[in-house]
């Protein structure tokens, strides 16, 4: 994601984080709120009684001083009035004690006059005496219960109007945090949006331009498919040609060989003897090539047969019986059980053949080559037929051995004139093996000899071999 995107995702998320945090705030001050609106009704109502009270009192005293009623309903007015300011409201204090000093000394004063007049209703003759007296002290009280009501009211504005900035403040606050998350979050998601779809975009290029590529590999696959066909059905025909011809030149060579040798002078033998080899090379040649273009052309097409590996191994020893004599190699063939594969005995038979041949061809005189047949389980824990031929000979470089299964690939210091042959024998044997579901273990080293082991998987274990 874009580092600009990121910083988006990220104011939004805190502003997010923030509005949570102040809404959890919110409802508790909301909660204070209320508790501060109640605190300032329950006053309120207080002080309403305390000025009726008042009221109620003052107009006793003025019945009074006028023999309008008795000094005992002032003196209950003065009780209740006084009881009223003694009551202490939710902020804790007294309604009495927010009152101004005049308001009680106003309060004494009547008190005062009150006491020491006589009980009862007033005698006439004092009426006017009290009156004087009362008048200015009534007012005072009255005038003072207006400004204790008065200067309450503007406490009380005054909490409402803080509380009121509160709410305000942190309502712009919550506001702004709102606004900063609507833009960046939506900005983020518009961003993010035209990212997307320029992945999309570039995504659904690069598939189809994939599908373009894969499309023409596909065709090119198939053309060299083609080709790779015709290119074996030449070979083939053109080997067909070949051996015919060759076939009769070899007869008519060992024809003039057997013609009076007597005869011959050693130069001419020698001729025979060199059109003799170099026709048998050719021949070689001729049959690896439609072997190899063969089983090219037939990948995968594997007959169901079960071989008994131990008859196609007893086969090739006995093929190659007159080349063990000729080259004085002695062959053992060591195998305890007999192990059936499924495959090809015409395939497996030519492997045998190559692989036994070379062990002939680049053996020394006087020594041998061990054929051995056995079973082992390979990583996969699957069963495989595993001939191992080991011979005494020249041996293989270590850095050689990945190369030696290439097409015409012929030892690179190898005397070419001494051990003849076409670089397409071993070729042909890893061929067939892969094609066998097998695979060839190679240990060699210069000097020392070589062992070729080949993997093929098991079918079934046949019987014991006495
Ligand atoms: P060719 O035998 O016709 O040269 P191959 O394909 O059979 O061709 O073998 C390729 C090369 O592998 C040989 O030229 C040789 O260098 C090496 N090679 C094969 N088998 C052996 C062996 N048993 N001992 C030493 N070298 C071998």
Do not use: C
Not at 267 to 292: G, T
């Amino acid at each position: 994601m874009p580092r600009s995107q990121v910083v988006l995702a990220s104011i939004s998320i805190l502003t997010l984080i923030l509005l949570g945090i102040s809404s959890i705030y919110e409802s508790q001050s909301a909660g204070e709120r209320t508790q501060l609106l109640s605190n300032a009704e329950t006053p309120a109502a207080s002080i309403i009684f305390t000025q009726r009270e008042t009221l109620v009192y003052s107009t006793q005293l003025a019945l009074w001083s006028n023999g309008g009623t008795t000094r005992r309903e002032v003196q209950i007015a003065r009780a209740l009035l006084a009881q009223r300011l003694a009551v202490i409201d939710s902020s804790g204090l007294s309604m009495g004690s927010r009152a101004h000093s005049g308001y009680w000394k106003a309060l004494e004063a009547s008190d005062q006059v009150v006491s020491s007049a006589p009980p009862g209703i007033l005698p006439e003759s004092m009426h006017e005496k009290l009156n004087i007296t009362l008048i200015p002290i009534i007012d005072e009280i009255v005038a003072q219960a207006r400004n204790l009501v008065v200067s309450y009211q503007r406490s009380v504005d005054r909490e409402m109007k803080m509380l009121a900035e509160d709410t305000a403040q942190r309502d712009a606050f919550n506001l702004s945090l709102l606004y900063i998350f609507i833009i960046s979050g939506g900005l983020f998601l518009f961003l993010n949006t035209r990212t997307n779809l320029r992945n999309f975009r570039r995504a659904r290029d690069e598939i189809y331009g994939e599908r373009i590529a894969l499309e023409s590999a596909r065709q090119e696959v198939a053309k060299l498919q083609d080709l790779d066909a015709a290119k074996n059905a030449l070979i083939s025909n053109v080997n067909h040609e070949l051996r015919t011809p060759l076939t009769s030149i070899i007869g008519y060579i060992e024809l003039l060989q057997r013609d009076n040798p007597e005869n011959h002078s050693r130069e001419h033998r020698l001729h025979l003897e060199v059109l003799q080899r170099n026709s048998l090379i050719l021949l070689n040649l001729v049959e690896s090539l439609l072997s190899l273009s063969k089983f090219d052309g037939a990948v995968g097409e594997l007959p169901q047969l079960h071989v008994s590996l131990r008859d196609v191994i007893e086969d090739s020893l006995f093929a190659l019986r007159p080349a063990f004599e000729k080259a004085d190699i002695k062959p053992i063939f060591l195998s305890t059980n007999d192990f059936y594969v499924r495959g090809d005995r015409a395939q497996l038979d030519q492997v045998l053949i190559n692989v036994i041949a070379n062990s002939i061809k680049f053996g020394s005189s006087n020594s041998s080559v061990t054929i051995e047949l056995l079973s082992r389980k390979n990583i996969e824990g699957r069963d495989f037929a595993v001939i191992t031929i080991k011979d005494e000979g020249i041996g293989i470089a270590k850095e050689e051995i990945p190369q030696i299964f290439q097409r015409f690939y012929r030892g690179e210091n190898l005397p070419k004139d001494r051990y003849e042959g076409t670089g397409l024998g071993l070729a042909i044997v890893k061929q067939v093996i892969d094609h066998h579901g097998g695979f060839i273990e190679v240990d060699s080293e210069i000097g020392k000899g070589a062992t070729f082991a080949l993997w093929i998987p098991i079918v079934e274990e046949g019987k014991e071999v006495g």
